[in-house]
């Protein structure tokens, strides 16, 4: 899912260390790929079509992790807000309908028929985070709604704090242990904690509006606020915050030693401390969103894919793989989607 895990910690285990193409598939009639969620060696494609014949203008994809063959394809009928989760044998995606209006979907996964739907009379820009047999999703409204991932049906639906005038959840639910964590863009409460069984809240911390987050790591919950980075303890006691310098928010990486942020054209290693341990800066280039595979930190510029060393921001490796989109690290492979419709996968075999 986004996040790669229900905390969103963007890390992975391990990745390749010398990563050349392996494959390119271009999907058919596809203006642009959007980010693929990766399971049990398949990859599951948001896609923007251009056919006009096509009935639905968007599209999921099935590929073959391996070979990039593409396994099935079927049409999706609102535009998706980003990558699927997947759990089992179902598929989720979380798309608009309209304006205020929200969509989640589920397809199997075998042959990508539709298994069931569910409409929210709210906005929906968040993707589905997955935690167990649960898909957890919020809205604009200040709702977070928790459906069974096998049917669909709803498990609850809690509106946060109406009375403090709202909440507008933009950005996917974090999960640890029994509590969901959001991150608010309006009313007087940044971040929220959420008994993940019954909605009921468990505390609040008030923060500027948060862009960014939140990520959920037994060490903490990290959220963005434009420039800010913030750090909570699990039970919503502030650890510290650290000023980067571009407030444009991206994901955040997390592991055991670090808070991974990049901002502008740098990334920087905050440890637990609130102290900075390193900053990389790319040649004048903006750099994307981090991802921890190992011992490394992977990041996209223009064009290129960076390594560098978890431990001191030393650069291991780049490769040029071309395409704008973000790339999802596993221990075998590196999947990149590109702009003109195509997918490529790096590894080292």
């Keep these: 899912?986004?996040?790669?895990?229900?905390?969103?910690?963007?890390?992975?285990t391990s990745g390749p260390r010398d990563p050349k193409t392996v494959w390119q598939t271009d999907l058919s009639q596809a203006r642009a790929t959007g980010t693929p969620a990766v399971?049990?060696?398949?990859?599951?494609?948001?896609?923007?079509?251009?056919?006009?014949?096509?009935?639905?203008?968007?599209?999921?994809?099935?590929?073959?992790?391996?070979?990039?063959?593409?396994?099935?394809q079927v049409p999706?009928?609102?535009?998706?807000?980003?990558?699927?989760?997947?759990?089992?044998?179902?598929?989720?995606?979380?798309?608009?309908?309209?304006?205020?209006?929200?969509?989640?979907v589920a397809f199997r996964k075998r042959y990508g028929e539709e298994d069931w739907l569910v409409d929210i009379d709210a906005r929906l820009t968040a993707a589905p985070t997955i935690d167990g047999g649960t898909v957890y999703v919020p809205d604009w409204s200040g709702r977070v709604h928790a459906l069974s991932v096998w049917d669909g049906s709803v498990q609850w639906s809690q509106q946060v704090d109406a009375a403090a005038g709202g909440?507008?959840?933009?950005?996917?639910?974090?999960?640890?242990?029994?509590t969901l964590y959001l991150g608010s863009q309006s009313g007087s409460t940044g971040v929220v904690a959420l008994d993940a069984t019954t909605g009921d809240t468990e505390w609040e911390a008030s923060t500027r509006a948060v862009t960014g987050g939140p990520v959920a790591h037994s060490k903490g919950v990290v959220v963005q606020s434009h420039q800010l980075v913030t750090a909570f303890d699990t039970d919503?006691?502030?650890?510290?915050?650290?000023?980067?310098?571009?407030?444009?928010?991206?994901?955040?990486?997390?592991?055991?030693?670090?808070?991974?942020?990049?901002?502008?054209?740098?990334?920087?290693?905050?440890?637990?401390?609130?102290?900075k341990s390193w900053t990389h800066e790319s040649d004048g280039e903006p750099v994307g969103a981090p991802t921890v595979a190992g011992d490394t930190v992977?990041?996209?510029?223009?064009?290129?894919?960076?390594?560098?060393?978890?431990a001191t921001g030393e650069e291991r490796w780049t490769t040029t793989p071309g395409g704008v989109g973000r790339a999802i690290?596993?221990?075998?492979?590196?999947?990149?989607?590109?702009?003109?419709?195509?997918?490529?996968?790096?590894?080292?075999?």
């Design 76 to 104: 999706l009928r609102s535009e998706p807000n980003g990558p699927p989760a997947v759990a089992g044998d179902h598929i989720v995606v979380t798309a608009k309908r309209g304006l205020e209006q929200g969509r989640v």
């Design 167 to 178: 909440r507008t959840f933009t950005e996917p639910v974090a999960v640890l242990g029994d």
């Design 236 to 275: 919503g006691t502030r650890q510290w915050s650290f000023n980067v310098r571009s407030p444009r928010a991206r994901p955040l990486a997390v592991d055991g030693q670090h808070v991974y942020v990049s901002a502008g054209n740098a990334v920087y290693a905050v440890d637990w401390n609130g102290e």
């Design 39 to 72: 399971d049990a060696g398949r990859l599951y494609v948001p896609v923007d079509a251009i056919s006009d014949t096509a009935r639905r203008r968007y599209r999921l994809h099935s590929l073959s992790a391996a070979t990039g063959e593409e396994r099935w």
């Design 1 to 12: 899912m986004i996040g790669r895990n229900p905390g969103h910690t963007q890390r992975v």
């Design 329 to 349: 690290v596993t221990p075998a492979a590196i999947f990149v989607p590109e702009s003109d419709g195509a997918v490529v996968a790096l590894g080292e075999t």
């Design 298 to 310: 992977l990041f996209r510029s223009e064009g290129q894919l960076t390594a560098l060393s978890r």
